[in-house]
């Protein structure tokens, strides 16, 4: 099998000339007299996790007396890092050990190694995942054709976070100086696409590029190289992707002090919030090198994105519910990215580009999801929002409300976004053939009372018919308005009155 190669990390070295103000140092809790290199942070900007060189407490060292483990610091209720914890096994083992990627939820987590049946086998990567425990043993992933192309001695790699993609570099020579970017698709299960060099723009047999770290709008490129126009040795750039081909990029910018110097400078982490660079540095350091964090100029800044987060509950109990997740954008039912809810508490974290109209939902074997959606077309700043999902358990007397059911003002015209919510329905009745339903349609107290129960009426009978048109005999499903008269919440708010607004289906 072909299997990914993760090899010996370098890290950046920052000279002392740069404002106290510019480049914080994250003190004793997380630095220490060992080697403290490649940052990773969560992109809620709360998990730090990196490598600490020959500390007395890693896993069995590994090569002529070297060890790297990775380590990890959270953030307080005040945002102060914790002291460093040592990861335990799985996540350390007795190998030279590093984190590559954590998911925004993180509920997964990437490392160095290929590992099968959660034995190392060989340099490569592999997915963790939470359980009530701890981490899963790892799994490997497969790249296709990935040893054939990577020959020489160093690779480094990054998932984004939408789960989707891989960019890595690596070197195409044995000697190893001069690393090339490439990009590799998730095709099913653990298996990807055949590496695909990224762009001309990172590909010169006379420049390194290597180090490339993807912002959470999943445009912004940031990578490490010596290109002309850096100051000195490799040097931090940014460019951005212009399309969906990933082939198309700006002209790489460099970023410039604080973030670089004359040195050697590589391995950049970035938040979803984009306001602060991750970064190792030896000057003043603690020890050799210290983790450090970076205020980024507004022009080296990502496109902004919005985080949310909440949690999953079975909507009949109330209880949280370990569960997937997927985002997707409308009209055009496109699998933007996915997620899982911790099998702990259901907790969840996504995060979503500006630019779309979303839908985002939660699955889990015997029950069905109420999606959520949320209209980001419209670009602003960065923010988090709060939004917890509901599993309605299929049982009689169940009812579930189509959150992703749209209708002009006044209308009972379903429109085009509305289509993939009542696939997924007729997906469920045909899973379930036994299973019929009523579905209602229901108003605010606004307008006139008869007009708004025709309304209903009608906006229940345009879903039913949609559903009938797919192959759901209309024996399985009553259709039924009530107007005003079945409220969820408060019609003194307008937050109340748009919960009241509603097309919901009850399990006869």
């Given at each position: 099998m072909k299997k990914w190669i993760l090899s010996i990390l370098f890290f950046t070295v920052l000279t002392p000339s740069f404002a106290q103000s510019e480049v914080e140092n994250l003190g004793a809790n997380v630095?220490?007299?060992h080697s403290e290199i490649k940052p990773v942070i969560s992109a809620d900007g709360n998990i730090l996790f990196f490598i600490v060189s020959n500390h007395p407490e890693n896993t069995k060292q590994a090569e002529k007396g070297k060890s790297e483990d990775i380590w990890y610091s959270t953030k307080d209720e005040k945002g102060n890092w914790t002291k460093a914890i040592h990861a335990q096994y799985p996540l350390n083992q007795q190998n030279f050990n590093a984190v590559i990627w954590v998911s925004p939820d993180g509920n997964r987590i990437?490392?160095?190694?290929?590992?099968?049946?959660?034995?190392?086998?060989?340099?490569?990567?592999?997915?963790?995942?939470?359980?009530?425990?701890?981490?899963s043993t790892p799994k490997g992933q497969i790249i296709k054709?990935?040893?054939?192309l990577s020959v020489g001695k160093f690779a480094n790699q990054l998932m984004t976070n939408d789960g989707k993609y891989i960019i890595f570099s690596f070197s195409e020579t044995k000697d190893g100086e001069i690393n090339t970017l490439y990009y590799s698709k998730l095709e099913k299960n653990d298996k990807w696409s055949k590496p695909k060099k990224l762009s001309d723009l990172f590909d010169d047999p006379k420049f390194n590029y290597m180090s490339p770290s993807l912002a959470s709008d999943g445009v912004t490129l940031y990578f490490s190289s010596n290109r002309p126009g850096g100051l000195g040795n490799n040097d931090i750039w940014m460019s951005k992707r212009l399309d969906d081909s990933w082939k198309k990029w700006s002209d790489p910018v460099n970023l410039g002090p604080p973030v670089n110097t004359p040195k050697w400078d590589a391995y950049f982490a970035i938040d979803a919030s984009g306001e602060y660079a991750y970064m190792s540095s030896s000057d003043k350091s603690i020890g050799k090198s210290d983790i450090v964090r970076?205020?980024?100029?507004?022009s080296d800044k990502p496109n902004p994105v919005v985080l949310i987060s909440g949690n999953v509950y079975n909507a009949k109990t109330k209880e949280p519910i370990s569960a997937d997740l997927v985002y997707e954008t409308l009209p055009n039912n496109e699998e933007a990215g996915n997620a899982l809810s911790s099998p702990i508490d259901g907790s969840y974290k996504i995060v979503l580009p500006y630019g779309n109209l979303y839908s985002f939902r939660a699955f889990a074997q015997n029950f069905i999801s109420e999606s959520a959606n949320i209209d980001l077309t419209k670009v602003e700043a960065y923010q988090e929002i709060k939004r917890d999902l509901y599993l309605v358990p299929i049982e009689k007397g169940q009812t579930v409300r189509l959150n992703n059911i749209f209708f002009d003002f006044g209308k009972a015209t379903l429109r085009?976004?509305?289509?993939?919510?009542?696939?997924?329905?007729?997906?469920?009745?045909?899973?379930?053939s036994k299973m019929s339903?009523?579905?209602?349609?229901?108003?605010?107290?606004?307008?006139?009372e008869a007009s708004n129960l025709k309304l209903s009426e009608e906006r229940a009978q345009s879903v039913t018919q949609?559903?009938?048109?797919?192959?759901?005999?209309?024996?399985?499903?009553?259709a039924k308005g009530y107007g005003k008269s079945k409220p969820v919440s408060t019609n003194d708010t307008e937050e109340g009155r748009q919960l009241n607004r509603r097309v919901e289906f009850t399990i006869m």
């Open positions: 630095n220490s007299i990437m490392i160095k190694g290929y590992y099968e049946d959660g034995k190392y086998q060989n340099r490569g990567i592999s997915m963790c995942t939470k359980t009530a425990s701890g981490w054709d990935y040893d054939d970076i205020k980024l100029k507004e085009a976004e509305s289509y993939p919510e009542l696939d997924r329905l007729v997906t469920i009745m045909k899973e379930n339903i009523e579905m209602s349609g229901h108003t605010d107290n606004v307008g006139n949609y559903l009938i048109a797919k192959g759901i005999k209309a024996n399985r499903i009553m």
